[in-house]
């Protein structure tokens, strides 16, 4: 049985769930229907034990710095969102795009290689299980617009704000 560290966060984007072990995050969520993040847990790890914790590793503390301005402070946490490789890839290239920015999936597929891959990384996007810590709200339409996000387009608005990228 893996044992996995929880905590549930109030975040000014509403309540998170942390998921992370030996210092690593493995998934940051927005609260959802109760049991879905046991079973995402299962999805990836089989038997599971989440064990609820204070500040686990100290992360909880670097996202509280985060949201009180601090946008920089989630840079340094490790992640491992599991996923295929693909996703992966696109996950570690989420990473590599700086708090105040913003880039389209196009820019991301063509990082990877192929600009036809666009949908392919927007679906790796949506599946992406560490949110905003894998900055997947960083990404926009070519046209600048807003796309979806899993936590609402209003809380994606509300994160680029934050980091002070220019919104039309």
């Known amino acids: ?3 996995f560290l929880t905590e549930r966060l109030e975040t000014p984007v509403g309540p998170m769930v942390l998921v992370a072990k030996d210092g690593v995050v493995l998934l940051f969520e927005f609260e959802g229907t109760p049991g879905r993040v046991e079973r995402q847990m299962r999805a990836r790890f089989g038997d599971v034990e989440l064990q609820a914790a204070t500040n686990p590793f100290g992360i909880s503390d670097q996202i509280r710095d985060y949201f009180a301005g601090d946008i920089r402070a989630l840079d340094t946490l ?15 290239e989420l990473r590599q795009i700086p708090a105040g ?6 820019h991301i597929a063509r990082k990877l290689g192929d600009i036809q891959h666009s949908r392919a990384v927007g679906t790796a996007n949506g599946k992406n299980p560490i949110a905003i810590i894998v900055p997947c709200h960083r990404v926009i339409g070519a046209d600048g617009s807003m796309t979806g996000y899993g936590g609402g387009i209003k809380n994606k608005e509300w994160l680029l704000r934050h980091e002070g990228a220019l919104l039309l």
């Open 1 to 3: 049985m893996h044992c």
């Open 78 to 92: 490790l992640t491992d969102g599991g996923g295929t490789e693909f996703e992966r890839q696109v996950w570690a």
């Open 101 to 106: 920015t913003t880039v389209s999936y196009g």
